[in-house]
């Protein structure tokens, strides 16, 4: 019988962390042992280590989680105890040294960050990384699988290094891969996808933007023409830039996205159809809802669960498709995924410890 | 001098009733004299009146709100207190019989539901109106002015019956009008309006969609392909009904609408031509805020204004335009643009009232 | 080897009773098997059924919980079905009459409304029974055990019909608990329990004060000096009514519960000391969390779990105490402690299922 | 006739500030004239000015509020400019520079900090003025008038020096003076005021307390026995420490305060008396609403006013009352309110400008 797997978590501290240790110390298949989590920042510059539950109250009594200890980043420490899995929940910039450290010390990485989702340099340069043309980037980028798992689940049970999709970039991809491997998207005409999320997306860091006087009881678009995850929508649905708008939106809610996808068909279509290329595209995908023609999904019904929603509405002309894609930013959108991503890479059933 | 104008409300009930309610206690021209308010009921169905602050409590003191009563909708009464404009706040069955009543009796009206919006029976067929076809009712469609006061100032300062138009249909038409004026807008390449609002423009009817669970934390898209607002959009844009969609949500929010709308331009522009024609455009309208290129409006710079806000962006090809607009869908969407109709009507400046 | 027993769930379709679905659904000795899902209403008047997730989209996928159907309350069938425990997530008025008839068909009852969780007829008075004096309820609320486990945890064991209790009263008779059996309050100086609630304690039902413009951006007091709780405060608690003032206050949040409680000592105390006698008194309860002198719960961190979080501040002069007291009003203060009582009953460990 | 005053605002960044800044352009006795807008920084250590626009974009188009500039801040300028009366919304460290330094130049201020509303030297000590025991200061102290018009109205009108109350410390107090000066209210029982209040008073500066997703959904107590406002309590209720409990909460909303205070009478009353002693009380104070016996207040009600809202509920037993105190911080808890100490100042109608 196979040892119980030691699991490394970086960056505990931040909103998709905190998922990422309730899922952890719940995990049917780990049931609370062999975790091992550390800050963002390294042994050798802080000494110093916390409780799990100072940095999140709300995980105390769970499965013993108030004995847990937050460590200083420490990758002699983390071989020694035997990780064979880490989870990096760090900023890209450190993401991009972890990852190859990692991989040189033999330990199996999945990444929620930006730092290893984007194969095309031009869609790169928008994060500006500084060690962009190191031969070590060149060789982890080429070995980094889309952690996608509806997309690309062989790849990623065998992946060294899996990077883990961004939010935005999930519910937009579900949506429009089958659309788009089917042929029916007239991808020439141009997809928009109009996109809102929650403020859990903007991260832990007080700014101006995350500050409640400036995200509630309001609405504001951004990084329109220019958000980071555009590069993920060209690159998984093989589109060129000027065939898909993508516009965030910031909502007034802690979690959730929901992307109203506008997409114009080469031949007139029904929602039965539509319906049933859906459910034959996602028939193995246990973390995929497909709505029943004439029924929407709703935020309120993916937050808290791993789930992307999807829902349809066609116009009278059989021609102009909407998709309504729900999901819970930090689950399906980052910690969830995740995880579905370790169970891939460990043999398990995709969705355990999911429900 | 002409005598203070006597100025009735009908409805004064809701939530646009009570901003309508506040707006004319405070105007200027007015300053809480020569107002008379009344509920929805008939005067034979209800001999009840009610103080308007036990309605509406946050206008106790306000310029003597306190001493004002609401009384059952009396015509007779209203003719003898020489009422000469009457507002209606009322459900559009209840506008369908009330505006004919007025004008028999010389009583000019604003109407703030969506009974005599369209001019075309086509785009009315959504509201199944029992009396569609009467002599009465098309005489008095026909007599309706769409109260747009950028786009029709001149009829409506001379209108016997002013149909106030939709918040959403405000908020889009004042955003494309420019460009579709202009011939610059692709329309047959379709124009999308994905567009958001908050509860108040659901009414003050307690239903499973108004409660407080419902709307919470949650983003829901609803009427698609078939929201009543369509027809004012095609009305006053010229556009047929496979050139737009229009796709409402309801936002976790009290009041506010921002709508994003992309069009695809005929040629190719620039952020600073697009923004000289909307200047030129505007340029006599006090109420219509242009952003400069490269900044976007946002729902809380609109709330509590009665100004619609627009603001651009412009794809890198200078030819897909985004298009953002915002504003408060209980003051510009409802009863502050009654009271810009108002000033018109009375020859009074278009935004007394309504700073 | 015991058989699996089979438990009904009556009234699902409000908010409690969908999280005591999602509960049961996913319960560890349950496995989604041996459920048996029940409306309002009786067979005789509705022969219809529901899909449960038509009711509850947020649970689709969930253990099979798409097959599953919502029936007419039917007592022969659910006689029939050997149902041995039945959740009453019904109104008052239905418990009533829905708790005997389980009695005498011995099926134990676990009742989530008001029904039965008041000894004193002059307590129960505020409901109003039209069966107040007969035998029949004479008898079932001599039989019935208050369901709160950390008081009466051996009694709910052996229990026939558990009340369980109300969301606020388990706030703040948790939190008052260890100092009234301690003799440690002050109780004829007077306890001050300022409570505050979540929108989704005021139930499903579309009202004035459900609406979303109602409750957001808003926070009211309502019921002052004649909250239903009260009488659960006095009986559990041993006090007169002059001995304690219970303030409800509606929050603009969906969920969770908050109790700021003031109590004035006998004699001079010490944060630590009063730690410890709250650690000792809660020593065998799992499912609740106290908090070291100097932190205090918050909101954020109970909801989504089954636990109550008790932190503490005294003032310098060593006598006046605050309790602060956080739980999720759905969980906790309904169909998570349902469970905690169900686990009780069965023989389970009391918090299986509600981790 | 007298000359237009000229009027300075100094610190119109933050939210008060903006407050501020719309309450003055509308000002019927200013119109948008003589108005001079300063930031925090000194024109020594900052050069640049910006629009207000550009920090409010919401101000935009408000009486010419366009073209207006902020400046850095220059005392050379502002007394050559001929400015009479100077806000100052700044932090209080700064304003204890400030104020005596407008002192000297003749320039009368109104202070919108806490650096001066406290006479008492043990109350001052939560703050460490560094400057505590200067001569300059201490004889600056002497000069400051508490700006509490409905207590202190004469002594305001001939102010040099006006210390603007905390907001939290505006709803109490208002709440318990009557109470305290008619001598009925038992205040060795202890009053406990339990106040809760939105996210604006936590000031623009992001913090972790401030983010969004700490605030959102939430509920916490915060700075329990340790608020700065405790100090203004106990002076202007002529209360000593151990005679009341203050207790602030974070409520999930931008603005608004809702105080609920329990007080133990000396003598039974009657709701009707204590109506009674409250309109008597108020009978000259415009701004003070006094809600009928078997009313509150709530926050919806007195947002976007300049009100404070007074309702009450008194026990069977006719001696422990409930006082609900409602207003909005931004406004009479701050802005507002400085405008009404403006008003006086300058000897125009309390509530002008504030309707």
Chains 1, 2, 3, 4 share one sequence.
Not at 117 to 143: G, K, M
Not at 156 to 164: D, F, G, R, W
Not at 271 to 277: F, Q, S, Y
């Amino acid at each position: 019988m196979k040892a119980m797997p030691q699991i490394g978590v970086a960056g505990v501290t931040g909103y998709a962390g905190a998922e990422l240790a309730r899922l952890l110390l719940h995990h049917p298949r780990l049931r609370g042992a062999g975790l091992h989590f550390f800050g963002r920042e390294n042994a050798a510059s802080s000494s110093e280590s916390a409780r799990l539950i100072d940095l999140h109250p709300q995980l105390a009594n769970n499965n013993g989680a108030g004995e847990l200890r937050v460590q200083p980043l420490d990758w002699d420490a983390m071989q020694h105890a035997g990780v064979e899995l880490l989870f990096l929940a760090t900023p890209h910039e450190q993401s991009r040294t972890s990852a190859p450290e990692a991989a040189q010390r033999g330990i199996r990485v999945i990444d929620l960050s930006g730092a290893w989702r984007l194969q095309d340099a031009a869609n790169r340069a928008i994060y500006q990384f500084e060690d962009e043309s190191s031969a070590v980037a060149v060789a982890t980028q080429q070995a980094a699988i889309y952690g996608l798992p509806e997309l690309h689940r062989d790849a990623i049970s065998a992946a060294e290094l899996v990077a883990n999709p961004g939010c935005y970039a999930t519910s937009i991809i579900l949506a429009l891969a089958p659309l788009v491997e089917s042929g029916l998207a007239d991808a020439d005409h141009g997809v928009v996808c109009d996109a809102k999320s929650g403020v859990s997306g903007a991260g832990k860091a007080p700014t101006s933007k995350t500050h409640f006087m400036y995200a509630a009881d309001n609405l504001s678009a951004y990084s329109v023409f220019a958000h980071r995850h555009t590069g993920e929508l060209l690159e998984q649905l093989h589109l060129q830039p000027e065939q898909i708008i993508f516009t965030p939106h910031l909502l007034p809610i802690p979690r959730g996205i929901l992307s109203t996808i506008y997409v114009t068909l080469l031949h007139k279509s029904t929602g039965k159809e539509i319906e049933a290329l859906y459910r034959s595209f996602y028939s193995d995908s246990p973390m995929v809802r497909i709505y029943e023609a004439g029924r929407l999904p709703q935020i309120q019904y993916s937050v808290h669960t791993n789930y992307c929603d999807l829902g349809f509405a066609l116009a009278p002309d059989g021609k102009r498709l909407i998709i309504v894609s729900c999901l819970d930013n930090l689950l399906k959108g980052a910690a969830g995924q995740a995880v579905q991503n370790m169970n891939l890479m460990l043999g398990w059933a995709e969705q355990e410890g999911l429900a």
